[in-house]
């Protein structure tokens, strides 16, 4: 079975820190991907990335970066410069590549960045 | 459409009445999926079509639920006889092809009373 822990229930910072989602994985696929969502307030899930398991090479868009490290199953999410727009739910997601195509959510963390 | 439209945004419902919500996905997006979300989770999946044939139902919690997708665009979740155990937001995702992103719609907010 999948599973995907998101340990951190809620962070809170204040502005122009850096901060960092966690985000362990289980699946006995040797195939899938990895995503991470924002959930703003008004509800609709955004997309930010999407993660093949062959590519364990970190990734950066802007003040974001993501590390995933198949040997520890995790795929975490820093958010550097942190902005008071930055705030939201977090979700980080699995998906199998062959097989059932839902995606696994985890708990989410929701992310409070103070000014 | 630009993106995935859900309708209608909030309803309240009387406990034992029947319900039904709509999806329009994105234009074109061959997959589409209906996910629910308590208050404080993450999303679960409940059913996957891939135009109107529906293949993967096995997050349906009972048989109260019921989803459609005719001609393999607009959508329809159906609750009947419903509970306050059924209160969540069910969130509409579509994508182009398996291993496509979801694109998500805003929601619709269920309150059973």
């Known amino acids: 079975a999948q599973k995907v822990t998101q340990a951190q229930t809620e962070i809170s910072v204040v502005e122009k820190e850096d901060v960092t989602l966690d985000c362990v994985y289980e699946t006995r696929d040797t195939t899938y991907y990895l995503f991470w969502y924002k959930q703003p307030p008004s509800g609709e899930l955004v997309f930010l990335i999407r993660?093949?398991?062959?590519?364990?090479q970190n990734e950066i868009s802007g003040r974001y970066s993501w590390n995933f490290q198949k040997s520890t199953s995790s795929f975490n999410f820093t958010i550097t410069a942190s902005q008071v727009v930055d705030s939201a739910v977090y979700f980080c997601?699995?998906?199998?590549?062959?097989?059932?195509?839902?995606?696994?959510f985890g708990q989410g963390t929701r992310l409070t960045i103070n000014p | 459409g630009a993106g995935v439209s859900q309708s209608p945004r909030y309803k309240v419902a009387k406990r034992g009445q029947d319900v039904a919500l709509r999806c329009d996905p994105i234009s074109g997006h061959v997959s589409l999926f209906w996910y629910q979300q308590a208050l404080g989770q993450g999303p679960e999946f409940l059913t996957y079509f891939q135009n109107e044939a529906q293949l993967d139902k096995s997050g349906l919690p009972s048989d109260r639920f019921f989803a459609e997708r005719p001609e393999g665009s607009v959508s329809t979740l159906k609750i009947q006889r419903t509970q306050q155990e059924d209160s969540a937001v069910y969130l509409c995702?579509?994508?182009?092809?398996?291993?496509?992103?979801?694109?998500f719609g805003a929601g619709t907010r269920l309150s059973v009373l």
């Open positions: 995702a579509s994508s182009l092809a398996g291993s496509g992103p979801q694109g």
């Open positions: 997601a699995l998906k199998e590549i062959q097989g059932a195509q839902k995606l696994v």
């Open positions: 993660r093949n398991s062959f590519d364990e």
